[in-house]
């Protein structure tokens, strides 16, 4: 089992940038990606973006594609998400998740086997 624990979360202003940040501890040998996901009140959860945890394959949301950037420490067993140029529309609880298997894609929550407490992010207009 892999723990997660999200920070960096917090207040921010449209047009700024917050970076977050998702460490693991456990058995992160055994998890095969990483992902982000976020969840806005009264909203389901939706993908925002995942990394294979080798680095070698990257997938964005269409709706934040070109801003946010995911990337992963393994040595620090760490993966981050940059967010810049955010928007009120950002607004939401994120969460960091592991998935345990290989798949084709990891756009669905229910491929993702650990999951954190979650971040909340705020954005401003």
């Known amino acids: 089992q892999v723990q997660l624990v999200e920070s960096g979360g917090g207040l921010v202003q449209a047009g700024g940038s917050l970076r977050l940040s998702c460490a693991a501890s456990?058995?992160?040998?055994?998890?095969?990606?990483m992902g982000w996901f976020r969840q806005a009140p009264g909203k389901e959860r939706e993908f925002v973006a995942a990394?294979?945890?080798?680095?070698?394959?990257?997938d964005y949301a269409d709706s934040v594609k070109g801003r946010f950037t995911i990337s992963r420490d393994r040595a620090e067993n760490t993966v981050y998400l940059q967010m810049n140029s955010l928007k009120s529309e950002d607004t939401a609880v994120y969460y960091c998740?592991?998935?345990?298997?290989?798949?084709?894609?990891?756009?669905?929550?229910?491929?993702?086997?650990?999951w954190g407490q979650g971040t909340q992010v705020t954005v401003s207009s």
């Open positions: 998740a592991a998935s345990y298997w290989y798949f084709r894609d990891y756009r669905a929550p229910g491929k993702f086997d650990s």
């Open positions: 456990g058995r992160t040998s055994s998890s095969y990606a």
């Open positions: 990394i294979t945890w080798d680095g070698s394959s990257t």
